[in-house]
């Protein structure tokens, strides 16, 4: 059983999209309305697609961190949108109106998309927030895994180690990473009847 941090079970991704896979599409809103697709998104290099949300403390703990990462990885070529699937009436925190000051406060000047529906998450098989997946120029995956070590209660510094170097490789252009370390956090908040078969 996983560590608990603050009362939330601590959970892995379950890599069912492989290395080489094409990406699930998508379209998504953010908080205003405004709809992307994953092809609108796509970076001359690549794209980070990473499911996450406001009150995790997971995705609290690395929040900074991902907004400086990101501002280094589009001058690199590399884009990033983040998505939240929470169930907002169990968790009305993870609100879009919420998600807003969230990347304001973080410094996420990027899109960060609301998956009312949760099919998006359910496509990517994603997991637990934060969940990240590193997808090369044509939409196919080239990294799932952990943004670094560091968890909110071990005291290792936030260095994002194992993304940075999944990103160089990706921008040299070696061969997609197969033998990676999971992301790990809080399990997606499912809607009541809404569990995807992978769930528990």
């Known amino acids: 059983m996983g560590a608990r941090i603050r009362g939330m079970a601590e959970v892995p991704s379950t890599f069912t999209l492989q290395a080489g896979d094409k990406a699930p599409e998508f379209t998504l809103p953010n908080p205003a309305g405004e709809e992307y697709s994953l092809g609108d998104l796509l970076g001359k290099k690549g794209t980070m697609v990473m499911f996450v949300c406001n009150h995790c403390p997971f995705v609290v703990h690395l929040a900074k961190q991902v907004g400086e990462m990101a501002a280094e990885m589009e001058a690199w070529g590399v884009n990033t949108v983040a998505i939240s699937s929470n169930d907002i009436e169990k968790y009305p925190q993870d609100s879009p109106e919420k998600m807003v000051k969230f990347a304001q406060e973080y410094g996420w000047n990027?899109?960060?998309?609301?998956?009312?529906?949760?099919?998006?998450?359910?496509?990517?098989?994603?997991?637990?927030?934060?969940?990240?997946?590193?997808?090369?120029?044509?939409?196919?995956?080239?990294?799932?895994?952990?943004?670094?070590?560091?968890?909110?209660?071990?005291d290792l510094a936030i260095d994002g180690r194992d993304l940075k170097i999944a990103i160089r490789q990706l921008i040299e252009g070696g061969s997609p990473i197969l033998e990676t370390k999971p992301a790990t956090g809080c399990n997606i908040k499912w809607k009541p009847g809404n569990e995807p078969a992978y769930f528990g």
Do not use: I, M, W
């Not at 529906?117 to 120029?137: I, M, W």
């Open 110 to 154: 990027f899109p960060y998309l609301y998956d009312e529906s949760q099919e998006v998450a359910k496509s990517y098989h994603a997991a637990c927030t934060p969940d990240f997946f590193l997808l090369d120029k044509d939409g196919c995956l080239f990294y799932a895994g952990q943004f670094d070590d560091s968890r909110p209660k071990n």
